[in-house]
């Protein structure tokens, strides 16, 4: 059964490097697939998100990877900033189930100014 | 930018009472959503909701919970008889259209149920 709590991966850069966030994903069905940011005491923010039939998308100083040989997602931001650290999680869903995200554990991402 | 809003931020309640989470969801979207946070722990999904009626439900969603929309703006979500293990951050969210479409979320409605 799951553990009650997690302890979140962490990820610690210093301010103005290229941060990657990385996400295993469950379902080999799932076809849509989203990065939020979530800061504390706040709700999941959507930063990017992408389709099955892509395997990269660019946004504003972010990018999305898709390996769906392996079912990984990646986050890529580029130059980060100390507003950059928060929780990131990836969600998977299928198109078919009514709108229902499956989320990851999330990565603790810390930006040393 | 539109945003979906939730109130109360923060409510406390007696184990067993009945609890009422209130969303406005984005005002030209279709497709509601609730989903829960438990402390330190991951987002997860509840129920969809879309034309009058729930779409999709997670096993966490049993009887003691439903949903309604009960005017054109608000989406509700209650709870009939907390328990202590209801105690998390729900969280309202709203798409103009179905998956793959993006979802957005409202800052939470934190409970406390003691």
């Known amino acids: 059964g799951e553990s009650v709590g997690l302890h979140l991966p962490t990820l610690s850069v210093q301010e103005g490097d290229n941060s990657i966030i990385n996400c295993a994903y469950s379902?080999?069905?799932?076809?849509?697939f989203i990065w939020y940011k979530q800061e504390s005491g706040k709700g999941p923010q959507f930063i990017i998100d992408i389709r099955s039939n892509m395997d990269k998308r660019q946004g504003q100083r972010v990018t999305v990877l898709l390996n769906k040989t392996v079912k990984h997602l990646s986050l890529q931001i580029a130059a980060t900033q100390p507003g950059d650290s928060a929780v990131y999680f990836c969600?998977?869903?299928?198109?078919?189930?009514?709108?229902?995200?499956?989320f990851g554990q999330g990565t603790e991402l810390s930006v040393k100014p | 930018e539109p945003e979906v809003t939730q109130t109360p931020s923060h409510q406390v309640t007696q184990m067993g009472q009945e609890v009422i989470l209130r969303c406005v969801p984005i005002s030209n979207h279709l497709y509601f959503y609730w989903y829960r946070q438990i402390l330190g722990q991951k987002v997860e999904f509840l129920v969809s909701f879309y034309n009058n009626e729930i779409s999709e439900k997670s096993e966490i969603f049993d009887d003691q919970f439903s949903v309604e929309r009960p005017d054109g703006s608000n989406f509700t979500l209650k709870i009939r008889s907390t328990k202590l293990e209801d105690s998390a951050m729900y969280f309202c969210a709203s798409s103009a259209q179905g998956i793959g479409n993006t979802i957005y979320f409202g800052e939470g409605s934190w409970l406390t149920v003691v």
């Open positions: 379902n080999s069905a799932s076809d849509y």
């Open positions: 969600a998977e869903s299928i198109h078919n189930q009514g709108g229902k995200l499956i």
